[in-house]
């Protein structure tokens, strides 16, 4: 199973590469590592398993965070309910459409390989048109908006070494601009 100590940290040069397309059919390696990248994920938000083996939780996780530098993300965005609002590993996630308005997560962004806070806004698109492939190669497009747009924004920046912080105003943090709401 991954735990943390598999998660790689920021100064690992990984995190800013580039991660590389994944091809069809996919390897069984690969298809493994998807299923235990989606493990790490609902491990990490039960709390007695999180608790026993230190988990921190995560909605997001990306290949390159366990130092896989391939298109990949497993996303488990759960609803007030624990139901799965979305659910999916993605493959090659391409985003082909997105709204001027932008959204932020009111208590800003964490990552799974950044161990400090970084307190800010995170400005993303509030709206989405996501492209993806699953394990077997089907394709899938799918239009997000609020959380889970967020959530898959923050992973396929991941894939092309964007860390979240990257995205914070450096001069003022917390300054909203006029097209962003702020959620949460
Ligand atoms: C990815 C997210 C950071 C902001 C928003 C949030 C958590 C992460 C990183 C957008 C994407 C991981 C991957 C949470 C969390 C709410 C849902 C369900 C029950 C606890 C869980 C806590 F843990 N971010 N952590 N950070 N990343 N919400 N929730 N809750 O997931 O680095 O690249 O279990
Ligand atoms: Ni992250």
Redesign the pocket.
Known sequence: MITMKNIIREGNPTLRARAKEVTFPMTNEQKDLAHKMMEF?EN????EI?EKYKL???????AP?VDVSLRM?AVL??DEH?KPLFKHVLVNPTIMSESVRMAA?S?G??????DRDVPGY?PRHDKITLRWFDLDGNKHVDKLRD?PA??C???ID?LNGIL?FDHINTKNPFKVAENTIILG
């Open positions: 994920l990490s938000q039960n709390p999180a921190r939780a995560g909605v997001g996780l990306a965070q993300t965005v759960p624990d997560l208590e962004e964490g990552c799974l390989s950044v995170v959380y967020i959530v924004q923050h992973e991941h979240f």
